[in-house]
């Protein structure tokens, strides 16, 4: 059997129920990309809707469509990570599955790169010649608001707009930025450029951002909770793990629901100091651990008996993690003369590292 002839130009599309929109993007790639051997990767995070069944159904007629399946992943920068390792092409490109990047783009995108003319090519929103169709009010000076931000933080990156979820580039550029990235939420571009640590070839080409083929966007507040902590992680080089960042900053809330729970309790029911302490002690955990199964670690998060099995996890992780809390502080206090205002911080500091390495692992089963 004679090989087939490779694909040089491999499109990579996350898709989350999408059973209305890929057999017509597929349709559209075959006639646009008449003179390039390309292929489709789909990325999909186990959707509900029938789209793997519609996928299955186009691999099977055509070669060139691709499919990876994830269980128990959520998120569209991990899952375009994913397909553009899975591809062996030259050149990649990354778009969305709902028919809202103008598809008649790729030639030109593939032509950049092939000719060497750049490493990157990124479909704009806010150049002369593009646009964001029929966009509220509202949704459009939200997306306007987001790209000022990030070009303010990120002064390196002169893409005119860092959010796009349409681009392409080379693959060993790609590569440079691997390992560097968070992986997190939305801004896979933004992520890549800010990752590169050095300026690219960069190519921009304008388009109007259509509306919705079929089915409902996945944009939601968690997901701009994500661009913006991608944001924070960036500018700080990366010296905190993102994760941990939010896991801290939910512990300090939690500190201020104990003090809630603790003080109602004793003014507004009279109870004995013990019973106080030890319902704010069990509120705080709870609370604790709902927000960060929602906020922290939202990609990986448990539903159903699963939650009750990472409530009880991670109540015992905290638990010893306020043991640890306390033994040091108190060493440090009692044996080794520090003052109280440096032993407190260094026993939460331990108590809180020991929290989020045994509850990722553990609780959330986050690899890194
Ligand atoms: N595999 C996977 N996993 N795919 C996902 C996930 C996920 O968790 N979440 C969303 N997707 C897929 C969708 O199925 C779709 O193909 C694509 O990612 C974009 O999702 P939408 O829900 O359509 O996003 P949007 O239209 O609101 O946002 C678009 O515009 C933003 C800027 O305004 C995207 O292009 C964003 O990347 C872009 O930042
Ligand atoms: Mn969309």
Same mark, same amino acid.
């Given at each position: 059997m004679d090989a087939l002839q490779a694909a040089r130009f491999s499109v990579v599309v996350p898709t989350l129920n999408e059973s209305g929109n890929v057999a017509e993007l597929v349709a559209r790639l075959a006639q646009v990309l008449g003179g390039v051997p390309w292929e489709v990767i789909f990325v999909d995070d186990d959707s509900q809707d029938g789209t793997r069944e519609v996928l299955r159904e186009l691999a099977r007629r055509d070669g060139r469509v691709r499919m990876i399946h994830r269980i128990g992943r959520r998120g569209l920068s991990s899952a375009v990570v994913e397909g553009v390792l899975a591809s062996a092409a030259p050149f990649v490109a990354v778009m969305d599955a709902d028919l809202q990047h103008d598809e008649s783009l790729l030639p030109r995108m593939f032509h950049a790169l092939n000719s060497g003319e750049a490493e990157l090519v990124v479909a704009?929103?806010?150049?002369?010649?593009?646009? *964001?169709?029929?966009?509220?009010?509202?949704?459009? /000076?939200?997306? /306007?608001?987001? =790209?000022?931000?990030?070009?303010?933080l990120l002064p390196g990156a002169a893409l005119s707009d860092p959010m796009s979820g +349409? $681009?392409?580039?080379?693959?060993?550029? $790609?590569d440079e930025a691997a390992r560097r990235l968070s992986g997190i939420g939305f801004k896979i571009l933004l992520d890549i450029a800010s990752s590169l640590r050095r300026n690219v070839a960069l190519r921009e080409l304008p388009y109007r951002f259509r509306t919705r083929h079929s089915g409902q966007s996945k944009l939601s507040g968690q997901v701009l909770w994500e661009g913006l902590l991608l944001l924070l992680d960036k500018r700080m080089g990366g010296i905190l793990p993102l994760r941990f960042l939010a896991f801290s900053l939910v512990g300090?809330?939690?500190? #201020? *629901? &104990? #003090?809630?729970? $603790?003080?109602?309790? /004793? @003014? +507004?029911?009279?109870? #004995? $100091?013990v019973h106080a302490q030890t319902a704010a002690v069990g509120v705080a955990l709870s609370f604790n651990f709902l927000v960060n199964n929602r906020i922290t670690f939202g990609e990986s998060r448990l539903r159903g008996w699963a939650l009750l099995r990472g409530w009880l996890s991670f109540s015992l992780a905290c638990s010893i993690g306020a043991i640890a809390n306390i033994a040091l502080a108190t060493f440090l &206090?009692?044996?080794?003369?520090?003052? =109280?205002?440096?032993? *407190?911080?260094?026993? @939460?500091? *331990?108590g809180a590292v020991w929290n989020y390495s045994i509850s990722s692992f553990y609780t959330w089963k986050v690899a890194r």
């Amino acid at each position: 059997m004679d090989a087939l002839q490779a694909a040089r130009f491999s499109v990579v599309v996350p898709t989350l129920n999408e059973s209305g929109n890929v057999a017509e993007l597929v349709a559209r790639l075959a006639q646009v990309l008449g003179g390039v051997p390309w292929e489709v990767i789909f990325v999909d995070d186990d959707s509900q809707d029938g789209t793997r069944e519609v996928l299955r159904e186009l691999a099977r007629r055509d070669g060139r469509v691709r499919m990876i399946h994830r269980i128990g992943r959520r998120g569209l920068s991990s899952a375009v990570v994913e397909g553009v390792l899975a591809s062996a092409a030259p050149f990649v490109a990354v778009m969305d599955a709902d028919l809202q990047h103008d598809e008649s783009l790729l030639p030109r995108m593939f032509h950049a790169l092939n000719s060497g003319e750049a490493e990157l090519v990124v479909a704009s929103r806010y150049m002369e010649g593009g646009g *964001v169709g029929n966009w509220s009010d509202s949704r459009r /000076r939200l997306s /306007r608001l987001a =790209s000022r931000a990030t070009q303010l933080l990120l002064p390196g990156a002169a893409l005119s707009d860092p959010m796009s979820g +349409f $681009f392409a580039l080379r693959r060993e550029t $790609f590569d440079e930025a691997a390992r560097r990235l968070s992986g997190i939420g939305f801004k896979i571009l933004l992520d890549i450029a800010s990752s590169l640590r050095r300026n690219v070839a960069l190519r921009e080409l304008p388009y109007r951002f259509r509306t919705r083929h079929s089915g409902q966007s996945k944009l939601s507040g968690q997901v701009l909770w994500e661009g913006l902590l991608l944001l924070l992680d960036k500018r700080m080089g990366g010296i905190l793990p993102l994760r941990f960042l939010a896991f801290s900053l939910v512990g300090g809330l939690g500190v #201020a *629901v &104990h #003090a809630a729970v $603790f003080a109602a309790a /004793r @003014i +507004f029911l009279g109870a #004995a $100091f013990v019973h106080a302490q030890t319902a704010a002690v069990g509120v705080a955990l709870s609370f604790n651990f709902l927000v960060n199964n929602r906020i922290t670690f939202g990609e990986s998060r448990l539903r159903g008996w699963a939650l009750l099995r990472g409530w009880l996890s991670f109540s015992l992780a905290c638990s010893i993690g306020a043991i640890a809390n306390i033994a040091l502080a108190t060493f440090l &206090h009692d044996k080794a003369g520090l003052s =109280s205002l440096l032993a *407190v911080p260094a026993g @939460i500091a *331990v108590g809180a590292v020991w929290n989020y390495s045994i509850s990722s692992f553990y609780t959330w089963k986050v690899a890194r």
